[in-house]
């Protein structure tokens, strides 16, 4: 690809602070870390013509709250995963001349609740007449579903899902911003109370506030920024069912592979060119179906190649570096905070840096096996 | 509890009298669940109703913890995705067996009956060689 027709990231930053934040609200959250990308790519709000959100509030409230007069808008919402298709769509429209210079932004007071969305209950709804009535309980009881019929197809065990969480607090230990810093065992993981069998509570995410946003624009103008440029080099996206017993097949995310297939192969590399990984956790077993789907483990293998120690700090594929969603944070829809955490180890601002990443991929999860978003972001330009 | 849209609402009538409804497709002859007027294999519109046999087995499941609003006396429970003999999946309880790991082994035989729950009769599944009667239409 051409330098002109190149996407970069100018702009990236989170809320000041993101955890316990009950004196924000949701708004109040996209339009902190609104400010800071926009600061961070030495911009004024004014110089922004395209937004990206989810809903809600959606784009036209939080364009019209920082005064943007938006020539293009996005409000994809297909959850978590949302922001990474915002960048690959964000890409398309600056490549169509729809906008210059776009902004994708990122609020949640997922555990305050503070001016958010109350939670959908439709009960004529496909999940509302054909799950709901089970018992299901969000995510805990959704999400997780698939991973015993894993462990019965290729023996991955107790230990070594708890262990995916004990590799991730490694990392976290490192990172003054994570929640959770103290260094845990399998032992503490599965001593820890069971949320949904075969889960324990450090095994899923964390419930916080907090936001990141970013500013998207055209890759001629990388030198005009004071950060150094992420090239947006491949981008991908898919969906595969609104209802965890609909998945294809309960060992493999479909999503996960098709969206993963497509940013690798828009950006012309192979998994052995991967520097830094981020695949979005909201529960243990994510990252074990992420590496299978984008083809760095063999079916059945990822759960073994964590708990050999491949993806902490000193192994040969750094995953999830800012601790992700199990320690880090999790707003509810996380796939901003690994966009960010992939744009901090690209530029080497990372609190825990891996040393010359020239290339990062970053996997995002939507709903439940929903939907998938990848992203290869780059130092150079191809 | 679920509230029955037109596509869905022969399903429900279904469960009223003891029959578990599938879909089928006339041109290509998959069956499919959930219920929707198109055949989500070829895109066709010509489908069918028909009777399952009402027997599965378990794929998969969790033992809930964490109970959902109406269910606090039952937890632990577990919510299942069982393979229906015809092959389409479907979430569904467990009933008749203790929900607990040593009781509920993946792939054990199962056949479905209907919990009144409400207004609504409900499909949950029931270990096979419990003896339960058989619900479901067609042998």
Redesign the interface.
């Known amino acids: 690809m051409s330098q002109d027709q190149g996407v970069i990231i100018a702009g990236a930053a989170e809320t000041n602070e993101i955890g316990k934040l009950p004196g924000k609200s949701t708004l109040q959250l996209h339009i902190e870390s609104a400010v800071n990308a926009v600061a961070d790519a030495g911009l004024r709000l004014r110089d922004i013509d395209g937004i990206a959100t989810v809903n809600s509030p959606g784009p036209v409230q939080v364009a019209h709250a920082l005064g943007i007069t938006p020539s293009w808008m996005d409000g994809t919402a297909v959850g978590g995963t949302s922001f990474l298709l915002h960048v690959r769509h964000a890409a398309a429209a600056i490549r169509a001349g729809y906008a210059r210079t776009v902004l994708i932004t990122h609020g949640e007071s997922g555990r305050s609740r503070i001016g958010a969305t109350p939670f959908p209950r439709g009960?004529?709804s496909?999940p509302?007449?054909?799950?709901?009535?089970?018992?299901?309980?969000g995510p805990?009881?959704?999400f997780?579903?698939?991973?015993?019929?894993y462990m019965?197809e290729y023996g991955l065990t107790h230990e070594q899902l708890a262990y995916v969480a004990v590799a991730q607090r490694k990392w976290a230990a490192q990172n003054p911003r994570a929640m959770f810093r103290e260094l845990i065992t399998v032992e503490d993981v599965l001593a820890s109370?069971?949320?949904?069998?075969?889960?324990h509570l450090l095994e899923c995410c964390l419930v916080t506030d907090g936001g990141g946003a970013l500013v998207v624009t055209s890759a001629h103008r990388a030198a005009d920024f004071p950060k150094p440029a992420v090239h947006v080099l491949g981008t991908g996206e898919s969906a595969e069912t609104p209802?965890?017993?609909?998945m294809v097949d309960?060992t493999e995310s479909q999503a996960n592979r098709l969206a993963g297939k497509a940013a690798l192969a828009e950006a012309g590399i192979t998994t052995a060119d991967v520097r830094h990984l981020m695949i979005y956790d909201a529960f243990a077993h994510l990252p074990i179906y992420g590496l299978e789907a984008l083809g760095f483990c063999a079916k059945g293998e990822a759960g073994a190649f964590i708990a050999d120690g491949n993806t902490e700090p000193g192994g040969r594929l750094p995953l999830n570096t800012n601790g992700g969603g199990l320690s880090y944070t999790h707003t509810g829809m996380y796939g901003m905070f690994a966009i960010q955490e992939g744009v901090r180890q690209v530029r080497g601002e990372a609190p825990a840096q891996v040393p010359s990443v020239d290339i990062s991929v970053i996997l995002g999860n939507g709903g439940m096996f929903a939907t998938s978003g990848a992203l290869v972001l780059g130092r150079h330009p191809r | 509890?679920?509230?029955?849209?037109p596509e869905?609402q022969p399903f429900w009538d279904g469960c009223a009298r003891g029959e578990l409804l599938l879909q089928r497709c006339r041109d290509c002859g998959k069956p499919y669940f959930?219920p929707r007027p198109v055949c989500p294999e070829c895109g066709s519109t010509d489908v069918e109703w028909f009777a399952a046999s009402g027997r599965a087995t378990l794929?998969?499941?969790?033992?809930?913890?964490?109970?959902?609003r109406?269910?606090e006396n039952?937890a632990?429970?577990a919510?299942?995705?069982v393979q229906l003999a015809e092959g389409p999946?479907?979430?569904?309880?467990i009933v008749g067996v203790p929900n607990t790991?040593e009781d509920l082994i993946?792939?054990m035989d199962l056949q479905v009956i209907f919990e009144q729950?409400g207004e609504?009769s409900?499909p949950?599944f029931t270990p096979a060689s419990a003896g339960t009667p058989r619900a479901g239409g067609q042998e």
């Not at chain 1, 997780?144 to 019929?149: A, D, E, G, K, M």
């Not at chain 1, 109370?193 to 889960?199: K, N, S």
């Not at chain 2, 509890?1 to 849209?5: K, S, Y």
Request: charged share 15%; no cysteine.
């Open positions: 009960n004529s496909i509302g007449q054909f799950e709901a009535p089970y018992g299901t309980a805990t009881t959704a997780t579903l698939p991973v015993l019929r019965k109370r069971l949320v949904a069998y075969p889960f209802l965890i017993s609909q309960f | 509890m679920p509230e029955p849209t869905t959930y794929y998969s499941y969790v033992i809930n913890h964490r109970p959902a109406g269910f039952d632990p429970y919510i299942a995705v999946r479907m979430m569904t309880n790991p993946l792939d729950r609504i409900l949950v």
